[in-house]
Structure formats: structure tokens, C-alpha cells
């Protein structure tokens, strides 16, 4: 299917956002009056540029208020019109788009409506050009398609139809199936926008909140199912109001965009048709984007930190006292293998690499994580259909070659096949310490439950649609943390059977840890890594031994838990003594215990999960945070 984006979804100039759009295959775009207006040279100039960039111009919209109107009204409106077609024709845009009237003093009579539109349809057939009906959400009197729809079918003329948009559907929790019924040569052109669930007016959600398919909450696969389903063959476009987006530099936004449509298009395949119970991607109406499957993961193979010397020295003590063992070095690269159980860290002091690069950038952090698949090359082969960039570093004699993307923090992320000797056979590359110590704090049994990510505002969106349409994570929960100094928002990601799991950590408040962490390092990065254990009381003893330094837990939690819970007063009196959280449900239970974080930077977390307890823990959250805020006041 031909993709297409319209300009008011990118930031800039409309150059930037022609360019951008092209730069991301871009088919053509929807050019928005307002950009246009704002652009020194001519439409035909800007015919010009999309054209010299390989880009159609697909549509110009908005053409608002035409409709419903008194006799004297609707003459001037036609008039106004017929400067737009002439706008049109400059541009070599073939269709216009008229929303539905949302003045209040706008008439709903289907007959006056469809008798106007008639006489719009027919000035604009004598230009060659055509008009597309889209019903607003919030319009007083025709605010569904299938209103819409009674107005077009009623005008009867050929250069009429109608323009759908996922927004103003399901905003509304209108039903989207009936469009399969509909005549898919009257379905002039379809705008896509998915958004999350708010508490809002419809036009506030349509301005603010639109974002890509795949970042949001709406049923975007049923709505888009339903179009196929009536025979359009036209183009996949996102139009999207977004704050966010308008901020943030065009061209990452637009390769993001172009994500979402392919994800979007490869969720259509398996969707099967109402009419025929054949699924898209078989029918061949249209042609469908076709990649690899999502990767089946096993977990996290390593951890990858970016350090130089005097960091890895102190990174390599802060390991230590938490049980981490020297494992190995590598054979040709100053890069050190350290692991606990199955949790398996590097740390890369390579000059002139990319690790040396985001630690310049960053400070000391995780510059990569390594998962493990069944197929690597094959998750490979999907990230790159997605818009990925392939990485490539440097490769030693008889080394493995294993294969990386860039992840939207700049950060990498490597495909490790469990083939090659299981979720650890990467240690291939390594000289192997000739006595590694055994595990003797975390137990033989520890693997990392889950990562968390700290993100700076308005990044979550593009990394739930990484995670959704790379990995094939799916979004599980939204959760608000209150930290002592603000709300912190968590979005989890995880796979279908939980082998690997994430959760997305953003707030807009400059002090609590999230915005710290930030800020002080810029950007994104992995703030905690979460590791299972089977016996975290065991585990607690161990590193206290081991002079590990553990996050103070404050008393009072522990008389609260008292009261909240009927807790044996030796399990309580242990929880105490070793500053751990416990949570429990109708499923089972959760207890928790967290290093103090390393330079400020990230910290590990141990769980042990009892029963089927599958939370992360929300009901510590807030205890959590303060006992972090108040171990960073102690420490400065």
C-alpha cells in the first residue's frame, strides 16, 4: 500500500518536514494549510520539492466551516473554495478534505447537507479534483461516519466521498465494523492516529494526545481491518496532533511514523476479513508490508556498561560486593566478563569504539544489551525491515559476529542465537578465568526479572512502538509512582510468556530520581536492573556478608507492614533487619531488596516471587523512592 504522513505530524518548516518525510520512504503527505501558509515561495515551488524528493501530494486540508450553512453563506463558501482549488491544482494535490461543520449554528438537515456538498462535488469536478468528507468527533450535528456517509450517499455525485480517521471513530467508541459494509471506491482516503485512553474532552484528546499506531491504547488492527474489509486500495496515512511531536527533530518522528504503518500493515495480515473469514495478508487486495515474525526471546544474554579505567576499577568493586564474579577476559578487546547465576555483565574499556564513544557522551552506563532468540539473524532481518540502522564493530579472528541495531537512545541492542551454546554461548569470545568461584550470593538459579529504563518526557511513545514492533513486547499496564519530589509514569513492556520484561520510567518533575538521572546523564539509559532470586532472605544474609551497600529502608514502612498485613513476627523482624519490601495478593507474594545506586547512576534490584505474583511491586513504589530520595540526601 502507498504510506503517506501529513505535515502537521512533524515539526519545522515544511522543507524540513518534506524532507523528513522522505528520508522515512514516505510515499506523499497531506499538506496542512497552515504549513503552507508559512512557506515564502509559491505552491507550485512546493510542488517542485516533493516532487524533486520522490513525493506526491496526496491531499490539502483542512477546508473547514462549508457545510450546513445559509443560502448567502454557502455562495461566499463556494467562492472560498474555489481559491483552494486553484491552491490545488498549484500543488498537484487531487483532493481536499472538508471536515463536518463544528459551529454550533451549523444545521444537521442530512438533505440541506448532501445538496451543498453536491454543488461543492460539482465545482470541483470541473477542475479534475475531488472532495473527501470526514465527520469531526466533536461537531455538534454530524460528528460519525456513518452521518457522514448518509450526506455523501444522499449527494450521489461521483468526485464525493468520504475521508475516514481512526481518531474521530474511536475516540468516540463508535463501532468501526459497519465500514466494511461500505463501498470502498466511496472511501476516498483514511487517516490513521492511535491515542491513549484519557480523561478529556474529544477535542483536547484530538489536539494533544494523537500519537503513531502501536504507542497508544485504541483498537487501531479492528478499525483498519474494517476499511480492507470494504475494498479500499488507497493510501495508509498518519495525521497526528501531537505536543511532543512538534518539539522533537522531524526526522526521527518520521521514521517513527513509518514504523507504526508497517507495524500497523503486518498486524493486517493475520486479521481475518469479515466478509471472507481469508486474512489480509492472503486476500492480496492490497499488498502488505511482510518481515520476519518477532523474535522468540529467551531473556537477556548480557548487560553491556561503557567505562573507562578509574570507572571500571569502581564498578568492578561496587560488582563485587554484590556477588558478582570475575568470569573472563576478552581475546582481543580490554572488555571483562563479570556474572552472578545466570546475570552475565560487561564492562567495555575499549579506546576508539562505540562503548568509549557513549561513555564520552553519557558517563558510565549501559551502552548495550545482548537478547537471546532462537533466530538472531531473522530479528535482525525484522529490525532493519523496521527502519532499524545495522550496527558493526570491530570482529577478532574465529569471533563471533553477532549482529546489533541502534536503539532510539543511541544506545545498541544485540541478537544473541542460543544455538551457538545456549543464552551464554558469547563467553566463546572470552578467555575464561581458569577457577571461576562459584555463586554464592544470588544462588545458581538468578536471572534478570526485568529492566527499567529512565526516559527524558516524550520518549515513551517512540520506545513502546521499538519494543512493540522490533521485539513483539506488548504493553501490560500504565502506573503513576509518587515520588517525594513528583509523579514519576511507568509503562511496562513485556514478551507474551514474560521471558523478558521492561518497564518505561518518565517525569516531567526536574527532581525526582527519574529526571535526575536524566539529566545528569544524558538521556535515557537503564536506571535499575531487576534480578530474581529463589531465596531473597538467604540472598540478603550473603551480601551483608559481603559488605554490600543496601538501601535503608525506614522504620516505619516495617510498622505499617505489621498493621497492613498478618506477617509471622520472624518473617517481619528479617524483613527489618535486611531493609526489605513485601507485597502481597490473592496470587502470592513479593519481596524486594535494592543496592544503593552506583554513583547515582543505576542500581540492581533482587526479588523473589512467590506463588504467582507478577506485579513489579507498585504497592513499594512509593517507599521505594523515598528511601532512594533520602539515601541521596544522606550521601551528598
Same mark, same amino acid.
Request: glycine letters at 8%; charged letters at 20%.
Given at each position: 500500500?502507498?504510506?503517506?504522513?501529513?505535515?502537521?505530524?512533524?515539526?519545522?518548516?515544511?522543507?524540513?518536514?518534506?524532507?523528513?518525510?522522505?528520508?522515512?520512504?514516505?510515499?506523499?503527505?497531506?499538506?496542512?494549510?497552515?504549513?503552507? %501558509?508559512?512557506?515564502?515561495?509559491?505552491?507550485?515551488?512546493?510542488?517542485?520539492?516533493?516532487?524533486?524528493?520522490?513525493?506526491?501530494?496526496?491531499?490539502?486540508?483542512?477546508?473547514?466551516?462549508?457545510?450546513?450553512?445559509?443560502?448567502?453563506?454557502?455562495?461566499?463558501?463556494?467562492?472560498?473554495?474555489?481559491?483552494?482549488?486553484?491552491?490545488?491544482?498549484?500543488?498537484?494535490?487531487?483532493?481536499?478534505?472538508?471536515?463536518?461543520?463544528?459551529?454550533?449554528?451549523?444545521?444537521?438537515?442530512?438533505?440541506?447537507?448532501?445538496?451543498?456538498?453536491?454543488?461543492?462535488?460539482?465545482?470541483?469536478?470541473?477542475?479534475?479534483?475531488?472532495?473527501?468528507?470526514?465527520?469531526?468527533?466533536?461537531?455538534?450535528?454530524?460528528?460519525?461516519?456513518?452521518?457522514?456517509?448518509?450526506?455523501?450517499?444522499? +449527494?450521489?455525485?461521483?468526485?464525493?466521498?468520504?475521508?475516514?480517521?481512526?481518531?474521530?471513530?474511536?475516540?468516540?467508541?463508535?463501532?468501526?465494523?459497519?465500514?466494511?459494509?461500505?463501498?470502498?471506491?466511496?472511501?476516498?482516503?483514511?487517516?490513521?492516529?492511535?491515542?491513549?485512553?484519557?480523561?478529556?474532552?474529544?477535542?483536547?484528546?484530538?489536539?494533544?494526545?494523537?500519537?503513531?499506531?502501536?504507542?497508544?491504547?485504541?483498537?487501531?488492527?479492528?478499525?483498519?481491518?474494517?476499511?480492507?474489509?470494504?475494498?479500499?486500495?488507497?493510501?495508509?496515512?498518519?495525521?497526528?496532533?501531537?505536543?511532543?511531536?512538534?518539539?522533537?527533530?522531524?526526522?526521527?518522528?518520521?521514521?517513527?511514523?513509518?514504523?507504526?504503518?508497517?507495524? %500497523?500493515?503486518?498486524?493486517?495480515?493475520?486479521?481475518?476479513?469479515?466478509?471472507?473469514?481469508?486474512?489480509?495478508?492472503?486476500?492480496?487486495?492490497?499488498?502488505?508490508?511482510?518481515?520476519?515474525?518477532?523474535?522468540?526471546?529467551?531473556?537477556?544474554?548480557?548487560?553491556?556498561?561503557?567505562?573507562?579505567?578509574?570507572?571500571?576499577?569502581?564498578?568492578?568493586?561496587?560488582?563485587?560486593?554484590?556477588?558478582?564474579?570475575?568470569?573472563?577476559?576478552?581475546?582481543?578487546?580490554?572488555?571483562?566478563?563479570?556474572?552472578?547465576?545466570?546475570?552475565?555483565?560487561?564492562?567495555?574499556?575499549?579506546?576508539?569504539?562505540?562503548?568509549?564513544?557513549?561513555?564520552?557522551?553519557?558517563?558510565?552506563?549501559?551502552?548495550?544489551?545482548?537478547?537471546?532468540?532462537?533466530?538472531?539473524?531473522?530479528?535482525?532481518?525484522?529490525?532493519?525491515?523496521?527502519?532499524?540502522?545495522?550496527?558493526?564493530?570491530?570482529?577478532?579472528?574465529?569471533?563471533?559476529?553477532?549482529?546489533?541495531?541502534?536503539?532510539?537512545?543511541?544506545?545498541?541492542?544485540?541478537?544473541?542465537?542460543?544455538?551457538?551454546?545456549?543464552?551464554?554461548?558469547?563467553?566463546?569470545?572470552?578467555?575464561?578465568?581458569?577457577?571461576?568461584?562459584?555463586?554464592?550470593?544470588?544462588?545458581?538459579?538468578?536471572?534478570?526479572?526485568?529492566?527499567?529504563?529512565?526516559?527524558?518526557?516524550?520518549?515513551?511513545?517512540?520506545?513502546?512502538?521499538?519494543?512493540?514492533?522490533?521485539?513483539?513486547?506488548?504493553?501490560?499496564?500504565?502506573?503513576?509512582?509518587?515520588?517525594?519530589?513528583?509523579?514519576?509514569?511507568?509503562?511496562?513492556?513485556?514478551?507474551?510468556?514474560?521471558?523478558?520484561?521492561?518497564?518505561?520510567?518518565?517525569?516531567?518533575?526536574?527532581?525526582?530520581?527519574?529526571?535526575?538521572?536524566?539529566?545528569?546523564?544524558?538521556?535515557?539509559?537503564?536506571?535499575?536492573?531487576?534480578?530474581?532470586?529463589?531465596?531473597?532472605?538467604?540472598?540478603?544474609?550473603?551480601?551483608?556478608?559481603?559488605? +554490600?551497600?543496601? %538501601?535503608?529502608?525506614?522504620?516505619?514502612?516495617?510498622?505499617? %507492614?505489621? +498493621?497492613?498485613?498478618?506477617?509471622?513476627?520472624?518473617?517481619?523482624?528479617?524483613?527489618?533487619?535486611?531493609?526489605?519490601?513485601?507485597?502481597?495478593?490473592?496470587?502470592?507474594?513479593?519481596?524486594?531488596?535494592?543496592?544503593?545506586?552506583?554513583?547515582?547512576?543505576?542500581?540492581?534490584?533482587?526479588?523473589?516471587?512467590?506463588?504467582?505474583?507478577?506485579?513489579?511491586?507498585?504497592?513499594?513504589?512509593?517507599?521505594?523512592?523515598?528511601?532512594?530520595?533520602?539515601?541521596?540526601?544522606?550521601?551528598?
Amino acid at each position: 500500500m502507498r504510506r503517506c504522513i501529513a505535515t502537521v505530524s512533524l515539526s519545522g518548516m515544511l522543507r524540513e518536514k518534506l524532507q523528513a518525510a522522505a528520508a522515512a520512504r514516505f510515499d506523499g503527505v497531506e499538506i496542512f494549510e497552515n504549513d503552507l %501558509l508559512q512557506v515564502p515561495g509559491t505552491p507550485r515551488e512546493v510542488r517542485r520539492i516533493a516532487e524533486d524528493l520522490g513525493l506526491t501530494i496526496d491531499l490539502f486540508q483542512p477546508f473547514r466551516d462549508f457545510d450546513g450553512v445559509s443560502p448567502t453563506q454557502l455562495l461566499r463558501n463556494l467562492e472560498r473554495a474555489e481559491r483552494k482549488f486553484d491552491v490545488m491544482q498549484e500543488l498537484g494535490a487531487p483532493l481536499i478534505l472538508v471536515c463536518t461543520n463544528a459551529q454550533p449554528s451549523a444545521s444537521g438537515d442530512i438533505d440541506l447537507l448532501a445538496e451543498q456538498m453536491h454543488q461543492l462535488a460539482e465545482r470541483a469536478a470541473l477542475r479534475g479534483l475531488r472532495v473527501g468528507y470526514e465527520a469531526l468527533a466533536w461537531a455538534p450535528k454530524i460528528s460519525r461516519f456513518g452521518q457522514a456517509w448518509q450526506v455523501v450517499q444522499k +449527494a450521489n455525485h461521483p468526485h464525493l466521498g468520504l475521508v475516514l480517521d481512526s481518531f474521530h471513530t474511536l475516540a468516540l467508541r463508535d463501532d468501526p465494523l459497519p465500514i466494511a459494509d461500505l463501498p470502498g471506491e466511496k472511501i476516498f482516503f483514511l487517516q490513521l492516529a492511535d491515542a491513549p485512553w484519557i480523561d478529556t474532552d474529544v477535542l483536547s484528546h484530538s489536539r494533544h494526545y494523537r500519537c503513531f499506531p502501536g504507542q497508544g491504547e485504541f483498537e487501531m488492527a479492528r478499525f483498519t481491518a474494517a476499511v480492507l474489509d470494504a475494498g479500499y486500495t488507497g493510501p495508509l496515512s498518519l495525521e497526528i496532533f501531537n505536543d511532543e511531536f512538534r518539539a522533537a527533530p522531524a526526522r526521527p518522528t518520521a521514521a517513527d511514523a513509518m514504523r507504526s504503518l508497517l507495524w %500497523l500493515e503486518e498486524q493486517m495480515r493475520s486479521v481475518p476479513s469479515l466478509k471472507t473469514g481469508v486474512p489480509h495478508g492472503e486476500s492480496r487486495r492490497v499488498q502488505l508490508f511482510d518481515p520476519p515474525s518477532p523474535p522468540q526471546l529467551q531473556g537477556w544474554s548480557f548487560i553491556e556498561f561503557a567505562v573507562d579505567a578509574s570507572h571500571a576499577e569502581r564498578l568492578s568493586a561496587f560488582l563485587r560486593t554484590i556477588g558478582f564474579k570475575h568470569i573472563g577476559r576478552h581475546r582481543s578487546k580490554a572488555v571483562d566478563l563479570y556474572g552472578q547465576g545466570e546475570v552475565r555483565v560487561v564492562l567495555n574499556l575499549e579506546e576508539d569504539s562505540f562503548a568509549r564513544a557513549y561513555f564520552e557522551a553519557h558517563g558510565v552506563s549501559a551502552c548495550a544489551t545482548a537478547l537471546a532468540t532462537t533466530d538472531a539473524l531473522a530479528a535482525l532481518g525484522r529490525a532493519e525491515a523496521l527502519g532499524c540502522t545495522r550496527m558493526a564493530g570491530r570482529v577478532g579472528q574465529n569471533e563471533l559476529n553477532i549482529p546489533a541495531v541502534r536503539a532510539p537512545d543511541g544506545s545498541l541492542l544485540y541478537f544473541f542465537d542460543v544455538h551457538s551454546g545456549g543464552e551464554h554461548g558469547f563467553e566463546a569470545d572470552f578467555v575464561l578465568d581458569e577457577q571461576p568461584a562459584a555463586d554464592t550470593a544470588f544462588g545458581g538459579q538468578a536471572r534478570i526479572d526485568h529492566v527499567v529504563q529512565v526516559l527524558p518526557a516524550g520518549q515513551v511513545e517512540p520506545w513502546t512502538l521499538f519494543y512493540r514492533a522490533v521485539l513483539g513486547l506488548q504493553p501490560t499496564s500504565s502506573m503513576v509512582m509518587n515520588d517525594p519530589y513528583g509523579i514519576i509514569k511507568s509503562r511496562v513492556m513485556e514478551s507474551r510468556d514474560r521471558a523478558v520484561r521492561y518497564a518505561l520510567n518518565v517525569s516531567e518533575r526536574a527532581s525526582t530520581s527519574t529526571a535526575r538521572t536524566v539529566s545528569q546523564f544524558g538521556g535515557a539509559g537503564v536506571q535499575q536492573i531487576a534480578v530474581a532470586v529463589p531465596d531473597l532472605v538467604a540472598t540478603a544474609r550473603r551480601l551483608k556478608a559481603l559488605g +554490600a551497600s543496601l %538501601l535503608p529502608v525506614p522504620g516505619n514502612y516495617y510498622d505499617d %507492614l505489621e +498493621a497492613k498485613y498478618d506477617i509471622a513476627p520472624a518473617l517481619l523482624a528479617t524483613l527489618r533487619e535486611f531493609g526489605i519490601f513485601y507485597d502481597r495478593t490473592a496470587d502470592g507474594e513479593l519481596l524486594q531488596l535494592y543496592t544503593t545506586p552506583f554513583e547515582d547512576r543505576f542500581f540492581f534490584g533482587l526479588i523473589e516471587r512467590r506463588g504467582n505474583y507478577q506485579d513489579y511491586g507498585v504497592a513499594n513504589a512509593p517507599f521505594h523512592l523515598a528511601a532512594l530520595a533520602q539515601f541521596r540526601e544522606h550521601a551528598q
